[in-house]
């Protein structure tokens, strides 16, 4: 994996998860844009409780519920991509565990579900969603041998 110059991708509110290497972890996702062949000007992973990510569903989805990610990109068409990716840490701890999945699998599964959002992956119907989990397990693949 080539290393490009400053970091693209930040980490907000980490604290208490197990997110050891933040670094390689902005890294390996801004791999993921290169792979994808989409360029990344900026991206911000912001970590919320339920209130915090209830909230911004409501305000700017109009639901009224608890997510694990909302995802949204400022760039338009034509630029490199900028966007900031809310993840909700309790709905994320409690995903892990109905899918019998770690808490650090399932964040990472969710970090790269943004990412692959933002470089233009949909996951409305059924074939869609299944293209963006064989993604998922793509990257989380490629991570994980990356991380030995």
């Given at each position: 994996m080539d290393k490009p110059g400053r970091l693209k991708v930040y980490l907000h509110k980490t604290k208490g998860l197990d997110?050891?290497?933040?670094?390689?972890?902005?890294?390996?996702?801004?791999?993921?844009?290169?792979?994808?062949?989409?360029?990344?000007?900026?991206?911000?992973?912001?970590?919320?409780?339920?209130?915090?990510?209830?909230?911004?569903?409501?305000?700017?989805?109009?639901?009224?519920?608890?997510?694990?990610?909302?995802?949204?990109?400022?760039?338009?068409?034509?630029?490199?991509?900028?966007?900031?990716?809310?993840?909700?840490?309790?709905?994320?701890?409690?995903?892990?565990?109905?899918?019998?999945?770690t808490i650090r699998q399932e964040t990472l599964r969710v970090m790269f579900h943004g990412a692959l959002h933002l470089s233009g992956y949909d996951d409305k119907t059924d074939p869609q969603k299944q293209a963006m989990r064989r993604q998922e397990d793509h990257y989380l693949r490629l991570y994980a041998t990356a991380s030995k």
């Open positions: 997110l050891p290497q933040r670094i390689r972890l902005g890294r390996f996702i801004e791999s993921i844009f290169r792979r994808e062949h989409i360029k990344l000007a900026e991206l911000h992973y912001n970590f919320c409780s339920d209130n915090e990510i209830r909230s911004l569903n409501a305000k700017w989805l109009g639901h009224d519920y608890i997510t694990d990610i909302l995802t949204f990109n400022y760039a338009t068409p034509m630029l490199p991509v900028s966007g900031d990716i809310f993840l909700g840490t309790a709905e994320i701890k409690r995903n892990a565990q109905r899918y019998n999945s």
